[in-house]
């Protein structure tokens, strides 16, 4: 399990992720995000082990996490989902994934062929402003990391143009 900050870009702050005894795992360079749309995602020693950053030109929101160097995955949000937001965390190869639930309020899966890999709840920890993020064994918990990442960015873009929106009218 991984404990992760609530709300970590409102402002471009630096934070952590932990794990569950509360060990710093992962450093995330939140600073980047507004010069670059990109994050990047460390190990304890500083060195870069994945990033996450946004396609400019695309039809829906679409994020890219690269692990490595190497591209692990895109996130995108489905077109037409009624009465739910669900996003595809797209892999090489034929074993998308899927998040799917409240994701506004960080309470959701992510799912591969219909088994549960990944749950993200706020519900598990008495923390305020923080969630956990639950991953099965045999999956890369960078990948769900950066995709849980890849979301929270897309839903604060998202809420930024309605604010905005709102203004304009």
């Given at each position: 399990m991984y404990v992760i900050r609530e709300k970590f870009?409102?402002?471009?702050?630096?934070?952590?992720?932990?794990?569950?005894?509360?060990?710093?795992v992962f450093h995330v360079d939140g600073k980047v995000l507004s010069v670059r749309n990109k994050v990047v995602i460390e190990d304890p020693s500083g060195q870069e082990v994945a990033t996450v950053h946004r396609h400019l030109v695309a039809l829906r929101a679409t994020?890219?996490?690269?692990?490595?160097?190497?591209?692990?995955?895109?996130?995108?949000?489905?077109?037409?989902?009624?009465?739910?937001?669900?996003f595809t965390?797209?892999?090489?190869?034929?074993?998308?994934?899927?998040?799917?639930?409240?994701?506004?309020?960080?309470?959701?899966?992510?799912?591969?062929?219909?088994?549960?890999?990944?749950?993200?709840?706020k519900r598990w920890l008495t923390i305020r402003d923080t969630y956990a993020v639950q991953v099965a064994?045999?999956?890369?918990?960078?990948?769900?990391?950066?995709?849980?990442l890849a979301l929270d960015l897309a839903l604060d873009r998202e809420r930024e143009r309605d604010k905005k929106n709102d203004e304009d009218n």
């Open positions: 870009f409102s402002i471009g702050d630096d934070f952590d992720v932990l794990d569950e005894h509360g060990n710093k994020y890219e996490i690269r692990i490595g160097g190497e591209k692990a995955a895109e996130v995108r949000k489905k077109l037409f989902t009624p009465f739910r937001e669900k965390i797209d892999v090489p190869g034929p074993d998308d994934l899927e998040m799917k639930g409240d994701l506004l309020d960080h309470e959701y899966v992510i799912e591969r062929g219909g088994e549960e890999v990944a749950a993200v709840s064994a045999g999956i890369e918990p960078l990948l769900i990391i950066g995709s849980v």
